[in-house]
């Protein structure tokens, strides 16, 4: 059974599609009296107004953290970083001040620069990472469903208050999503792997063919099995600089064991060694093929 | 216009999924009267035979190579190989010698092949490679419309006959597919980059995640953006076996190019270099979005 709280007022920085799809889902259940966003452009505000997805907004940080239960960091990695520097000390010692979480795609960073700032970690800072995403960005793009089966990493460390845990367990629940806690670095290390590193791979590439001599040939041939593995190159590009600089440590342990295997694949490649190939490929197509059937048992 | 010449007797060497479908095809649009296949696994040959696919069906290859006037290699790349060496001593000097094609995703390897096993390319030997195919294999899953507006590169060499290259690109034309004309070479280059080089990233990237010691966790947080990349990774071991010694040549080639571009941006990374970053990333996503604009006005 979910613990439903009442909550009267949630506080979004940054209404984007994360922002303004967490505030649509919760407003939906109910789980908040008043939906007011914070932020820089105006325009965005006012268009979360006029599509009904906030009640209120306001340019003003400190009225922002006076009127906010719960604050959310809906921004970028690399900002909600530097929003944290300036929220943290504002609310230290206040015993009214609200639980406040993020969406950022790396958790160690704002930790670090929480622990960094406030000298150690504040107990009603939440981190959380909502594994959900969309082609399209922009408070425009929100969608009150946009997280109901996917999974939602809620990163408790120690110093967290329990009961500013369980609130932003609870609110993450109520969008529909399946809330799981991992540790910090642990949740960094999962996702330099199987995000991350992705990336990285799919940008490096695209741009390696794109600079090539033959590269109109290139595209012009290529396939279907090309646009899947290419897709993910065209994500926002300043999302993935942050992510990059954020989640440097795993993301370089990551592209260091892969630089491996290839080298170790090259080399099998340059002596023909038929066998080793042959290994190799049929280990990694069971691998795959038993993460699709596990995907497969699960929507999103 | 299409010049479609009537032919008697079409003999598909190895009846899987590429010859099956072109046997389809074929018979759909009356481009011969007569479907033979020859194999050795009659088991395969019966379902043909069932399945309307074919005509008759040999299990003697001097049989097939008598009866032929299109002889079509649709056997793995490496057994085509193995193929050529047996069939071109057989026709070598005879008048009444059929065209010979093959559908390898290699085509320097063949050509080698040819001119090492008869001296110089026969005449009448004419590569080809339609760029198509299916997560499924087998005459079972064999398609009529698997080549309908999907490209055909066919890679006429000096020595071959005109008249032969024509009625290879009259039966490829026939498919609906649509047939270009490439240097063997380049064909080898470009495939290798668009196609062997991104299967030879998604196995190592499976394979060096599986073999983590915290598989279990990456694969089980693994969403979307990871099983598009990785679908690849699915693809028949043996097929990618065969490809990588096949086209080895510019497969190393490509890889080493890649490594040099990956060391670039892992350096980036490493000196939190964000303006390198986001300039990598951004030529990176122009890139793959013009690709994706660019396949978006063709069907496959």
């Keep these: 059974m979910l ?13 984007g599609l994360i922002g ?47 009127r ?14 530097d929003m944290l520097k300036k929220i943290l000390p504002r609310v230290k010692g206040c015993s009214h001040s609200p639980v406040i979480t993020d969406v950022a795609s790396v958790k160690g960073s704002l930790r670090d620069t929480a622990i960094n700032t406030n000298g150690t970690m504040p107990g009603k800072l939440v981190l959380a990472h909502p594994i959900a995403g969309s082609e399209n960005s922009g408070v425009d793009a929100s969608d009150e469903s946009l997280f109901v089966d ?9 110093g967290n208050d329990s009961s500013a845990v369980a609130l932003v367990r609870d609110m993450w629940r109520s969008t529909g999503a399946q809330v799981l806690d991992m540790d910090v670095d642990e949740h960094d290390a999962v996702l330099a792997a199987t995000s991350h590193l992705p990336h990285i791979l799919a940008y490096t590439l695209v741009d390696t063919l794109a ?14 099995g090309f646009r899947d593995f290419t897709r ?9 600089r942050d992510i990059s600089i954020a989640n440097k440590s795993a993301l370089l342990d990551t592209i260091d064991v892969f630089n491996e295997h290839l080298a170790a694949l090259r080399q099998a490649i340059a002596a ?6 042959l290994e190799t490929f049929t280990r990694a197509k069971a691998a795959r093929d038993s993460f699709s059937a596990m995907l497969g048992t699960r929507t999103k």
């Design 3 to 15: 613990n439903i709280q009442r909550v009267e007022n949630i506080v979004i920085l940054g209404l």
């Design 150 to 158: 996917h999974r939602v990493i809620v990163t408790p460390v120690e």
């Design 272 to 277: 023909g060694d038929a066998t080793g190939l």
């Design 232 to 240: 993910i190159a065209s994500s926002d590009p300043v999302m993935w």
């Design 20 to 66: 303004g799809s967490l505030a649509r889902a919760l407003r939906t259940k109910g789980f908040a009296k008043n939906f007011i966003a914070y932020g820089h452009r105006e325009q965005s505000l006012e268009r979360g107004l006029e599509l009904g997805v906030i009640d209120e907004y306001t340019l003003d940080l400190d009225e922002a953290i006076d």
């Design 211 to 224: 600079q090539s001599n033959a590269s109109e040939d290139i595209f012009r041939f290529a396939a279907g």
């Design 68 to 81: 906010a239960d719960i604050l959310v960091i809906a921004t970028p990695t690399l900002i909600a970083s």
